[in-house]
T-cell receptor, first 115, second 111 residues
Framework: KAGVTQTPRYLIKTRGQQVTLSCSPISGHRSVSWYQQTPGQGLQFLFEYFSETQRNKGNFPGRFSGRQFSNSRSEMNVSTLELGDSALYLC??????????????FGPGTRLTVL | EDQVTQSPEALRLQEGESSSLNCSYT??????LFWYRQDPGKGPEFLFTLYSAGEEKEKERLKATLTKKESFLHITAPKPEDSATYLC????????????FGKGTKLTVNP
């Protein structure tokens, strides 16, 4: 079974630009979550999408947004980029549903550098 | 607010020298506690899920245990290829899949 894929793997942008990152979940997984990873803050939750609806959102400004398509693929967008947005952006997918914790499987990440 | 604290931040071991990593957590109803391994520049790789206090899981040289307040990742006779950052995360009760992560323990195993 193919794992979570993310494109592009690397991006270099300048301040003020916007960027769109893409994530394809594992086949059959309906939940997609996004995380930002930086050396200082570690892994921080951005948002989660399930059945094309945002189910939860982390403490990030409105410049960070996302969406999910009917095939469960997801995109996240960051507008008006700032230097502090430089990070590894990770996508994770899971089956979702049920009372027990669902394992999230991570993609390789997109390394975003803002100059 | 759900919180996860991992210790130590960094750990250096000699090959074959066993040790344990700690993950302390506070969460409003635990759905699951997860351990991941992350190599530089890569996404986290899933290791274990633990659901309730007293549960233990093993995989090769790794063994994860869970109490009501913390989890331990025991590494027995580690090898240099076990060098990585080990991440602990919790998932709380509720409808979301959100994971709250600790900052990780960077493990280096010297030959």
């Amino acid at each position: 079974k193919a794992g979570v894929t993310q494109t592009p793997r690397y991006l270099i942008k300048t301040r003020g630009q916007q960027v769109t990152l893409s994530c394809s979940p594992i086949s059959g997984h309906r939940s997609v979550s996004w995380y930002q990873q930086t050396p200082g803050q570690g892994l921080q939750f951005l948002f989660e999408y399930f059945s094309e609806t945002q189910r939860n959102k982390g403490n990030f400004p409105g410049r960070f947004s996302g969406r999910q398509f009917s095939n469960s693929r997801s995109e996240m967008n960051v507008s008006t980029l700032e230097l502090g947005d430089s990070a590894l952006y990770l996508c994770a997918s899971s089956l979702a549903g049920g009372r027990a914790g669902n394992t999230q499987y991570f993609g390789p990440g997109t390394r975003l550098t803002v100059l | 607010e759900d919180q996860v604290t991992q210790s130590p931040e960094a750990l250096r071991l000699q090959e074959g020298e066993s040790s344990s990593l700690n993950c302390s957590y506070t969460v409003s109803g635990l759905r699951g506690l997860f351990w991941y391994r992350q190599d530089p520049g890569k996404g986290p790789e899933f290791l274990f899920t633990l659901y309730s206090a007293g549960e233990e899981k093993e995989k090769e040289r790794l063994k994860a245990t869970l109490t009501k307040k913390e989890s331990f990742l025991h590494i027995t006779a580690p090898k240099p290829e076990d060098s990585a950052t080990y991440l602990c995360a919790v998932q709380a009760q509720g409808g979301s899949e959100k994971l709250v992560f600790g900052k990780g323990t960077k493990l280096t195993v010297n030959p």
